[in-house]
Each structure stands twice: as structure tokens, then as C-alpha cells.
């Protein structure tokens, strides 16, 4: 299938019947943006670690932790709050939003020790995301990487902010997933050739799965699983395997979607907020061929960080999508029902800005707060 210039098919796009079902399903999407935040919590908050501006945290199967800092340090952290820092982590280019991003365990962690990162490394054209993988190795009250390798770098480098690098991976444990923010450059979500704006699908070692939609049209569209995302800080399949994404929207039209393979989301031609400079943005209703949000916030809750829930301690929750809420300052738990609907089910205020969330095997919720110093939190029924 040859990949167009503007992806405008998108029934042609995701093939016939139940992708275009589900594509109009979500169709009118879920203003949840005046929801009120609740100040009485369920749940007990334990500050457990500070850190100098954490940016993401992952937790090991064993139920330690990692958290990377935006300026390229990552700690090995146990449930109690000892901090290990990680040695030999690549150097990173620090300015606003860049830095170093996500981490997260390979499948067969427990039994290979590899993990995966993102981050922005230097580049003579300015910088340029860069997706790797390494072996943490442990011994001694020390920790490090080794054997570390790019598996991806965005070709073209530069532009601002809104890297997304969020990763995830498939339930079968046979593909990782990488957001590409537009680096602040919104036309370039609309360009194929363009790695940005993109959600990437990849084998393990960074190779074109040849069954992604447009394998084997050019180094970016053969990796490229949908497109037409803004400022994407969350990635996760939920417990049904269906893979659903976050994206910050500008003023207004923080968006929840459903990724649909080979989907366009729309932006820049189409949002459901408007521009800085307060002039508008066409909504989804006026342009079907893009994949409109299920769910989206008009005031906007800036999501960042996105888990699944599953474990013992929150039966009510289970299934539930965790978000963070940055601007919102709060833990968004969103419910989706049995056709596919999500819908905010509760919004808790945590008086201060969330960056990121992860659930623990046994079924604690872990945060982290965006600052300088940021507290690690660890919610307990």
C-alpha cells in the first residue's frame, strides 16, 4: 500500500468492516474537561524518594523501580525509597522539554536484564530522539548499563519541544512502540517521510516489522504504525490488547485514542482546541477521514504518563486507564465500557503536577511529580 501525502483514506487505511466500525464508534468524542477533581482520596499517598525533576518511572518485576531525571541521570530505587544511581547512561541534550524520557523493561526482562530508553542525543543539526536498549547489571550496592545500543534515531534533527518518546510493548512481547512528538514543527505530522508526529511500530532490535501498513515505502513509513499526533506522553495496550494513546492538545483538545493501524489522528489539519494565538483549528467532525478522540479535555489536564490497571489493592479500578495530569495537578482514572467508550470515571486532586504512573505487581499505584525537587508517591488503599 503506497503511503499518501496526507493520509486522508483512513478507511483505506485501517481495511474494511470492524476498523471502520470502530473508527466511527468513537466517532463523537467525550468532552471531560470541566469535570470537577475530588479533594476526599481513596487511597493513603507515602512520599517515599525526592528527585531533581523525574521525568518517568517504570517498575521491575520484582517491584523495584527505575526514574529517570530529565538532565540524564536514571536511579534503581527500591519500594522503601533507596536510591541506586545507574552508571554508564548515554549522554543526553538537555534544553526544555528534551532530555532523557522514558524507560521501561524488555518482556524477557527477568530473564535477559535489558531495558529500553529514550532521549534526546546531541546532533549537528540539533538533537535527535534515539531509541536504546542496554543490560542493567547489579552487584555491590552499584548499578550499570552495558551493552548499550541505538535501536532508532529520528533521521532528521532539530526543532523544539513536544518529543513524546514514550515506549511501549505489544502483549506478545514481540514489538516495541515508540511516540515521536512534531518537535513543536506542526506541518510535519502530515508528512510521511517526516519522523514526527508518528507512533512507530518496531521489532526488538529496531528493525521494520514487514507486517507494519506501509513496510518497505522509505526508513520512516516503514516503521510508522499511524500518524497525525501532536505531543503524545502516553502509550499503553490495555488488559484486552488494545493499544491506546494520550497527546496534549494546544489550547484545548487534550486527546484519548484508540490506535488503529495505519489510523490518522489529524493534527495539524484538524483539533478539537484551538491555537495560541487564539485563532481556530477545524474540529474532527469537519474532516471524517481523520480518527477522531474517543475521549478529550477542553479546559485542557496536560496528560502525562498512562498505566493500566491490574492488581489486588483497587478491585473497583480494574481495567481502568491511570493518567497524570500535569496542568489538571491531579490522577485521572478513566473507565471504557464494552463497546470501546472510555469516559473520565474519577479525577483526584493531588495538589501538584503529575508527570508520569506506573502500577506494581502487587497492585500499589506509583507517581512521580513534576518539579525540582519531584516526590516518588506510592498509592495504597
Known amino acids: 500500500m503506497t503511503m499518501p501525502s496526507r493520509l486522508t483514506l483512513v478507511a483505506s487505511l485501517i481495511g474494511a468492516g470492524a476498523g ?3 473508527i466511527a464508534a468513537v466517532a463523537q468524542g467525550i468532552n471531560a474537561g470541566n469535570r470537577p477533581a475530588l479533594p476526599d482520596l481513596p487511597f493513603t499517598v507515602t512520599e517515599i524518594a525526592d528527585f531533581e525533576a523525574p521525568w518517568a518511572l517504570s517498575v521491575l518485576p520484582e517491584g523495584r523501580l527505575l526514574v529517570t531525571e530529565h538532565d540524564g541521570r536514571l536511579f534503581l530505587v527500591t519500594p522503601e525509597g533507596e536510591k541506586t544511581e545507574v552508571a554508564n547512561v548515554p549522554r543526553v541534550q538537555v534544553s526544555g522539554q528534551l532530555g532523557l524520557h522514558d524507560i521501561a523493561p524488555a518482556p524477557d526482562y527477568a530473564e535477559s536484564g535489558v531495558i529500553y530508553l529514550s532521549y534526546n542525543a546531541p546532533g549537528e543539526d540539533g538533537s535527535q530522539i534515539v531509541l536504546a536498549r542496554a543490560v542493567l547489571r547489579q552487584g555491590d550496592g552499584s548499578a550499570h548499563l552495558s551493552d548499550l545500543t ?13 518529543p513524546g518518546a514514550i515506549i511501549a510493548f505489544d502483549p506478545a512481547g514481540e514489538h516495541v512502540f515508540l511516540t515521536v512528538g512534531e518537535r513543536t514543527e506542526s506541518e510535519t505530522a502530515q508528512d510521511p517521510a517526516m519522523a514526527r508526529g508518528k507512533i512507530l511500530r518496531l521489532n526488538l532490535d529496531g528493525s521494520a516489522p514487514a507486517d507494519n501498513p506501509w513496510a518497505g515505502e522509505g526508513p520512516v513509513q516503514s516503521l510508522t504504525w499511524s500518524t497525525g499526533h501532536r ?3 502516553g502509550l499503553a495496550f490495555a488488559p484486552d490488547g488494545v493499544l491506546w494513546e494520550h497527546e496534549m492538545g494546544p489550547r484545548g483538545g487534550d486527546e484519548f485514542n484508540r490506535i488503529e493501524r495505519g489510523a490518522n489522528y489529524g493534527w495539524s489539519d484538524v483539533s478539537e482546541g484551538t491555537n ?26 496536560a496528560p502525562s504518563g498512562l ?11 480494574d481495567g481502568s486507564a491511570l493518567i497524570g495530569a500535569l496542568a489538571g495537578m491531579a490522577l485521572v482514572r478513566v473507565e471504557i465500557d464494552a463497546q470501546g467508550q472510555p469516559d473520565e470515571a474519577e479525577r483526584f486532586d493531588m495538589g501538584t503536577r503529575i508527570r508520569d504512573v506506573a502500577v506494581a505487581p502487587d497492585g500499589a499505584v506509583w507517581l512521580i511529580e513534576d518539579g525540582d525537587p519531584g516526590r516518588l508517591m506510592r498509592l495504597t488503599p
Do not use: C, K
Not at 151 to 157: A, K, L, N, V
Not at 282 to 287: I, K, L, M, N
Open 150 to 162: 541505538e535501536i532508532w534515531r529520528q533521521p532528521d534533527g532539530g526543532g523544539g519541544g513536544h
Open 231 to 233: 505531543n503524545p506522553y
Open 276 to 301: 495560541y494565538d487564539g485563532s481556530a483549528i477545524p474540529g474532527h467532525e469537519t474532516r471524517p477521514e481523520y480518527a477522531a478522540p474517543a475521549l478529550y479535555w477542553t479546559p485542557v489536564i
Open 20 to 22: 471502520i466500525a470502530t
Open 307 to 317: 498505566s493500566f490497571y491490574s492488581g489486588a489493592m483497587f478491585p473497583d479500578w
